[in-house]
Each structure stands twice: as C-alpha cells, then as structure tokens.
C-alpha cells in the first residue's frame, strides 16, 4: 500500500532527508574532522615531561608531608609509653658514639655549667656531622623533656637513643594505636573527629600539613561516611614507603 501510494508530500520528504544526507556530508563533517584533528594535535603537542615532572613533585610533597606527621607521631608514642611507663627495651649508644656527643656537648655547653643552651642545639648537631632541621630539633627536645633553656648531656643522650630507635617503627601500627587511644577506641572517624585529634596536639604537627591531610581525608571520604582509621594510618604509611623513592 505504501509502495503503490506514494503522493508529492512523500516526495518532497524524501528530496529533504537527501539534501541533509547531502549537507551532512559535505559540509558537518569535515568540519568534525577538522576539529578532531586540531583537539589530537593540541594532546600530543602536550610536554610529557612536565606532566611527569609535576606529578613526581606532587608525591614527594605528600611523602615529605607525611614523614612529618610521622617523626610527630612517634613523638606522641613516646609520651604515651612515658605516661603509662611501658618498657620498651630500647638499645643503648656505643661507647666510642657516646664519648663523641661528650666531647661535643663540651664544647656548646654553657660557662661554668654543666647544662647546654637549648637554642645551641643547632650548633652542637653540625659537630657530630648532622645537619638537623627544625621540626627535628623540635621533637628532640620534647624527647630530652627540655623546658626550653637548657639541655642535660644525661636528657640528650636518652633522646638521641630513643630517635635512633624509633626508626624502624611501623607507620601504620603507630598511626593506628595512637588514634585508636585518643579517639576511645572508635574504629571509624569524622573528618571532624580527626580535626579534633589534631586539636588535641596543637603545636605539635605544622599547621599546613594538618590542613593538607585532612582536605586528604575529604577527597577519599565517601559520601559524607566515616573513615576508618586503618585507612587513616594506610596513608600516612603509603606515603613513608614512597619516600625514600
């Protein structure tokens, strides 16, 4: 019926669906193409290497961020473990490394005194053959219990020996206790509760570093949930495994 019925409208709908085909192709087309080639010219002429390069600055800005956070971390494990008086068992200095940080302490310790300066800390470090900066003189001397003038040789060594023993301790483990400590043993924070963490020991993380790790924990956090705290000490420890790369 359709076939054998075909009157002058179909015709002109069928004259118009061949002029659109027509256009389509001589005149939309060509155009696509030409600015799909201009839109692949414009990603390959994209520098590789600076896209290479800011990302590698990106991660070792977290590593270097998270190592911060870390060496604090360990810093509150210590007063933890001072507070409860744990046992830690930890090995002692050599003699001959011992007798060196003597004669060094001699040497920056105050006139007639048998304390040193706080503030030469700085000045004794350089003797030994380390430079150190300043978040780790910071936690040093939370470490020798200095009140912020003097330094006995006694406080420093037991804090030099407590650093050297605090390296090989797992991230993710001192991560995971302190905040589960803290925090009352809750499994799953907050952004809030973790701002609350941070508040607790204010003055001992850099401020732009607990900024950026919690704008961190928004980015990951899933539909306004809570974040469990194994996945808190996850990162600080995937940073720290990275950083040495």
Do not use: W
């Not at 179909?10 to 600015?35: E, K, N, R, W």
């Amino acid at each position: 019926y359709y076939i054998t019925n075909i009157d002058a409208v179909d015709y002109v709908l069928l004259g118009l669906a061949v002029i659109v085909c027509v256009y389509s192709l001589l005149a939309v087309f060509p155009g696509v193409c030409f600015q799909y080639m201009i839109i692949t010219h414009i990603q390959m002429m994209k520098r590789r290497d600076l896209i290479e390069e800011t990302i590698k600055d990106q991660r070792n800005h977290r590593s270097e961020r998270s190592f911060r956070m870390y060496q604090v971390f360990k810093l509150i494990r210590r007063e933890l473990i001072q507070y409860f008086h744990q046992d830690t068992a930890d090995k002692t200095l050599r003699p001959f490394t011992k007798k060196l940080i003597e004669e060094n302490f001699s040497l920056c310790k105050l006139k007639d005194k048998e304390n040193m300066d706080a503030l030469s800390i700085s000045e004794f470090f350089p003797l030994c053959g380390v430079e150190i900066k300043k978040l780790e003189n910071f936690i040093l001397l939370k470490k020798a219990q200095s009140k912020g003038e003097t330094l006995k040789f006694k406080d420093l060594i037991t804090a030099i020996e407590q650093t050297t023993n605090d390296v090989k301790v797992d991230p993710f483990e001192v991560v995971k206790s302190i905040f589960t400590l803290i925090m009352k043993r809750k499994e799953k924070l907050s952004i809030n509760d973790v701002k609350h963490f941070f508040s607790v020991y204010d003055g001992y993380f850099e401020r732009e570093d607990v900024i950026d790790f919690c704008n961190e924990l928004v980015a990951i956090q899933r539909n306004g949930s809570l974040i469990d705290v194994q996945e808190i000490a996850s990162l600080i420890r995937d940073d720290i495994e990275c950083f040495p790369r």
